[in-house]
């Protein structure tokens, strides 16, 4: 059965989903915007609790507050093995960096695989909690993200990332 929840966040309602596994207990399984492509829709059949969130909820709130740089959050996010090497690449991007989409395709061991990369990098259904606001072209410019390059660039401010220079397409 998958749960949800919502939270209010600078970038506007977070919506965030989950469910309960035999193996790990309770896991996120995604984090959405209000408006992102491809984000989260509610199900009628999913079932509105915010108990489950409730350590999801600490951590997004400090990280917003700027007092939290990593998340610890048990999560199991749906993909191709392709997307989750990409996602599992993503993961290691640190707080405060970015980098383009052709050096995230060498880290994902498919270097030059750029395109591909882009699909996965917008498919990740973890929005801040998988780090794909970190992702940036090659030429520096801020491109491609799901919830749009304002909170984008809001989340590259806020983690002191953004560069002067810094263009949008």
């Given at each position: 059965?998958?749960?949800?929840?919502?939270?209010?966040?600078?970038?506007?309602?977070?919506?965030?989903?989950?469910?309960?596994?035999?193996?790990?207990?309770?896991?996120?399984?995604?984090?959405?915007?209000?408006g992102q492509r491809g984000g989260v829709t509610?199900?009628?059949?999913w079932q509105r609790d915010p108990t489950p969130?409730?350590?999801?909820?600490?951590?997004?709130?400090?990280?917003?507050?700027?007092?939290?740089?990593?998340?610890?959050?048990?999560?199991?996010?749906?993909?191709?093995?392709?997307?989750?090497?990409?996602?599992?690449?993503?993961?290691?991007?640190?707080?405060?960096?970015?980098?383009?989409?052709?050096?995230?395709?060498?880290?994902?061991?498919?270097?030059?695989?750029?395109?591909?990369?882009?699909?996965?990098?917008?498919?990740?259904?973890?929005?801040?909690?998988?780090?794909?606001?970190?992702?940036?072209?090659?030429?520096?410019?801020?491109?491609?993200?799901?919830?749009?390059?304002?909170?984008?660039?809001?989340?590259?401010?806020?983690?002191?990332?953004?560069?002067?220079?810094?263009?949008?397409?």
């Amino acid at each position: 059965m998958t749960v949800y929840t919502t939270l209010d966040s600078p970038l506007g309602e977070l919506t965030l989903t989950g469910e309960q596994t035999p193996d790990l207990g309770f896991v996120l399984t995604a984090v959405s915007v209000r408006g992102q492509r491809g984000g989260v829709t509610v199900e009628p059949a999913w079932q509105r609790d915010p108990t489950p969130f409730v350590e999801a909820e600490r951590q997004l709130k400090a990280y917003f507050a700027g007092e939290l740089h990593d998340f610890d959050l048990p999560i199991a996010p749906r993909g191709t093995e392709f997307r989750e090497r990409v996602w599992a690449a993503l993961d290691t991007v640190p707080y405060g960096s970015t980098v383009t989409y052709r050096e995230l395709s060498a880290m994902a061991g498919v270097p030059g695989a750029v395109r591909a990369i882009g699909g996965a990098v917008g498919a990740n259904p973890l929005l801040i909690i998988r780090p794909c606001h970190r992702v940036i072209g090659s030429d520096g410019t801020l491109t491609g993200y799901a919830g749009g390059l304002d909170r984008k660039r809001a989340l590259l401010a806020l983690e002191g990332a953004l560069q002067p220079a810094a263009r949008t397409v």
